[in-house]
């Protein structure tokens, strides 16, 4: 069974940091483009980030640019998100997500997505 699980998420300051892990089971993420994507209450889910298969290529949001990094290690079947200078607006429930077949960020756009993880809780105190 294809399953995706994300860990790392909590509870901090304004500023602070944290790592967000996303461990896939069942499947070999290396052939795959992950993205990362939030949702805050009462707003739409938006990405956050996206690392495409080899790695090669990273994307980020606006709001994500200069404080967020992504990365991966396919030997361990698992995708990062490290968020540095957290502010309350960062404040969501943060997911990861893959498209089968398709290792390019390009095609994980919402509405197209086919595996998702639970979601791990990230909330950044003022």
């Given at each position: 069974?294809?399953?995706?699980?994300?860990?790392?998420?909590g509870?901090?300051q304004?500023?602070?940091?944290?790592?967000?892990?996303?461990?896939?089971?069942?499947f070999?993420?290396?052939?795959y483009?992950?993205g990362?994507?939030?949702?805050?209450?009462?707003?739409?889910?938006?990405?956050?980030?996206?690392?495409s298969?080899?790695g090669?290529s990273?994307?980020?949001?606006?709001?994500?640019?200069?404080?967020?990094?992504i990365?991966r290690?396919?030997?361990?079947?698992?995708?990062y998100?490290?968020?540095n200078?957290?502010?309350?607006?960062?404040?969501?429930?943060?997911?990861?997500?893959?498209?089968?077949t398709?290792?390019?960020?390009?095609?994980?756009?919402?509405?197209?997505?086919?595996?998702w993880?639970q979601?791990?809780?990230?909330?950044?105190?003022?």
């Open positions: 069974q294809l399953q995706l699980v994300e860990s790392g998420g509870l901090v304004s500023g602070g940091s944290l790592r967000l892990s996303c461990a896939a089971s069942g070999s993420l290396d052939l483009a992950i990362w994507f939030r949702q805050a209450p009462g707003k739409e889910r938006e990405r956050v980030s996206c690392i298969s080899s090669s990273v994307t980020f949001a606006d709001s994500a640019k200069g404080r967020f990094t990365s290690d396919n030997a361990k079947n698992a995708v998100l490290q968020m200078s957290l502010k309350p607006e960062d404040t969501a429930v943060y997911y990861c997500a893959v498209k089968a398709r290792a390019s960020c390009v095609f994980l756009v919402l509405g197209a997505l086919d595996y993880g979601g791990t809780q990230v909330t950044a105190s003022s």
